[in-house]
């Protein structure tokens, strides 16, 4: 069965670092992957998505994530934290075109100043 | 560009009332998704149509049925609420050739 597994339910960096956040995934076929972004109180965004095409992503925002097939992953990084980046989350995984997405648990990101 | 609509935003029931959530998908997209999301929780897939016709379906209780129309937006009704039914409805949309869902801001519905 599919299954998505986020690392670290709580990340917390300083403006101006370094984000990584962590996703790795489980399934049978090779999977279309996605992050999505969750404001308070609002819907889920699409930052990027990963669909064979190329291995390393580039996203909205300055978002990009690398696809590793041999670990399994699909983390999303960003060079520099800006405050607006705070939100909460969430790697997801779709088996193929047309059928549901599996996500992970989330990942709330907290950016200091 | 035009997005996903969902209805009410904001929905206080009682116990055991009934309930109904509307979904205006993307023009031209003839998949609906719906999703739910508990507090603290990853959004959880309920029931999916694919041209009026229910393509896949989820953890979706039995209290609850949907159905997409022909100008294809969709219906969640729930009936026989429970206070666990607490969440964020969420729809979202593609076209079923796409692997992009697009996601509606979502109903709060509180069941007090």
């Known amino acids: 069965a599919q299954s998505v597994t986020q690392l670290g339910s709580h990340v917390s960096v300083s403006e101006g670092a370094l984000v990584l956040l962590r996703c790795n995934y489980s399934?049978?076929?090779?999977?279309?992957l996605f992050w999505y972004v969750q404001y308070p109180n609002q819907g889920l965004q699409l930052l990027l998505k990963?669909?064979?095409?190329?291995?390393l992503v580039k996203g909205i925002n300055g978002f990009e994530a690398e696809f590793k097939k041999s670990e399994t992953s699909f983390h999303l990084t960003k060079p520099s934290a800006h405050m607006s980046d705070a939100a909460e989350y969430f790697c997801?995984?779709?088996?193929?075109?047309?059928?549901?997405?599996?996500f992970g648990k989330g990942t709330t990101l907290s950016v200091s100043s | 560009a035009a997005g996903v609509i969902q209805s009410p935003r904001h929905l206080i029931k009682e116990k055991r009332e009934t309930a109904t959530l509307k979904c205006y998908p993307i023009?031209?997209?003839?998949?609906v998704y719906w999703y739910q999301q508990g507090p603290g929780q990853d959004p959880q897939f309920l029931i999916s149509?694919?041209?009026?016709?229910?393509?896949d379906k989820g953890s979706i209780p039995d209290r609850f049925s949907a159905q997409q129309f022909s100008d294809y937006h969709s219906e969640l009704n729930m009936s026989s609420l429970e206070l666990g039914d607490s969440a964020l409805y969420f729809c979202?949309?593609?076209?079923?050739?796409?692997?992009?869902?697009?996601f509606g801001p979502g109903t709060r519905l509180t069941v007090t």
């Open positions: 997801a995984l779709e088996e193929k075109a047309g059928t549901a997405l599996i």
């Open positions: 023009p031209r997209h003839d998949t």
């Open positions: 149509f694919y041209e009026k016709m229910q393509s």
């Open positions: 990963y669909t064979s095409a190329a291995t």
């Open positions: 399934s049978s076929v090779p999977p279309y």
């Open positions: 979202a949309s593609s076209r079923l050739d796409s692997n992009e869902q697009y």
